[in-house]
Every structure is written in C-alpha cells, then in structure tokens.
C-alpha cells in the first residue's frame, strides 16, 4: 500500500537552531498539507500545497516557520530559529483530490530544548 | 470557521464492550468526514472515509454514521479489544479542501 514518508522521525535541536523536515507524498497526488499536532490537541494546518503551489499558510508563523515545494513532489519545512513552543509532532498527509481522503506520514517528532 | 468538538475525551471500557464515540460539528457544508486512529507517538491511520452523501460506511468492527444536517458522526466499535486502545480523531474536509480535526477521544480497553 502506497505511503507518505517523512523523515526524521525523531528531532531534538537547541533553541535558536534551525531544524528541517521532509515528506514525500504518495505518487500522483497534487495536494499536500503540513499539519503540527501539539500533545493532547488535535493536528491543525501550517500549510497546504496544490502542486508547487501554496493554497493556505494563514496559519504558519512566517517569521520563523517556511515551506517549499519545488518541484510539485516532495516538501521540506524549515524552522529558523527554533522556540520551546515548537515542541510538537509534525505531520504531514496527501490527497489526490476533493472529495477523496488523506493519507498522513509517521510524522516528525520535535523536541526543542 | 468550522469547529469539531469530540466527546467524549477519555473512555475507558472493559474488553468485549460495544462502545460509540461522537463528533460533531458547526458547518455543516463538508465534502466528507474522515475517522483516524492515533497510537501514542504516531502518525495517524485512516480508519473510514465518509461521503458527504453517504450515511454511513462499515469496515469489520467499525461502523461510522454521518448526519450531516444535524452536524453529527458517530463511530461504533463493536466487541472491543485491548489492541483498540488509542485516540480516535474526527476530521471533516470543507470547501477550503482542508481537513479541521476534533482534539480526539482517548479509549483504553481494559483486559
């Protein structure tokens, strides 16, 4: 069964320091999202992609937080520099279309110390 | 803005029980609603996908029901196991195309 990959699967990185994740979505599918699950929350949406292109990053903290996906295939999300509040698991899922479901990877676990 | 409120948000059942979780939410405009399991530390596995035409969907001892006038999903487990123990996350997909979760139900099932 087709899967999402995201690496690393584990981070932790000093305060102040950059950090980067990767995901690469399931062949074919044009919509990629970036979701943060802070511990005992719900995943909530840092950033959407349709293609190579940004749909929503409303709720990403542009000072710090970017995201890019070049080629329309694989994304990288970067943070620079790093905050204790960025402690969470990063999430990142596919979809092929409306109306059809999203796929998720393991997600990245965050530990900013 | 859509919200998603899952109650509730701890269960604890012993083994063999039927049990139901339930999501509800404010706008009912939704393309689908879609069930995930979490296991502590993971990503997240899709459980059942719900059309926003559709009732309900089935797939072996799950069964999630959708209304979507009333804004309301349910999610049946029937003869629960321990290896069902996990958060169980609703999300509904709306015309933004993006997904909007509840913060989930945390199950235990007690052997």
């Known amino acids: 069964e087709a899967e999402v990959a995201q690496s690393p699967r584990y981070k932790i990185t000093e305060k102040s320091q950059a950090v980067a994740f990767w995901c690469d979505p399931i062949?074919?599918?044009?919509?990629l999202y970036w979701y943060r699950q802070i511990l005992g929350q719900g995943p909530e949406l840092l950033v959407q992609?349709?293609?190579?292109?940004?749909?929503?990053d409303s709720q990403l903290p542009k000072d710090r937080f970017s995201a890019e996906r070049l080629k329309g295939v694989d994304s990288t999300l970067k943070i620079q520099p790093a905050e204790l509040g960025d402690s969470a698991m990063y999430l990142c899922?596919?979809?092929?279309?409306?109306?059809?479901?999203?796929?998720f990877g393991s997600g990245t676990r965050l530990t900013v110390v | 803005k859509q919200e998603v409120t899952q109650i509730p948000a701890a269960l604890s059942v012993p083994e063999g029980e039927n049990l139901v979780l339930n999501c509800s939410f404010t706008d009912s405009a939704i393309y689908n609603l879609q069930w995930f399991r979490q296991d502590p530390g993971k990503g997240l596995t899709s459980l059942l996908l719900i059309q926003s035409s559709q009732r309900e969907q089935t797939s072996g001892r799950l069964n999630a029901s959708l209304d979507k006038s009333s804004g309301r999903s349910t999610l049946y487990i029937a003869a629960s196991q321990p290896g069902d123990s996990a958060t169980y996350l609703c999300?509904?997909?709306?015309?933004?195309?993006?997904?909007?979760f509840g913060k989930g139900t945390k199950l235990t099932v007690n052997p």
């Open positions: 899922a596919s979809s092929s279309g409306t109306g059809q479901g999203y796929t």
């Open positions: 999300a509904v997909r709306g015309g933004s195309e993006k997904l909007v």
């Open positions: 062949s074919g599918h044009a919509t």
């Open positions: 992609f349709q293609d190579e292109s940004v749909v929503d």
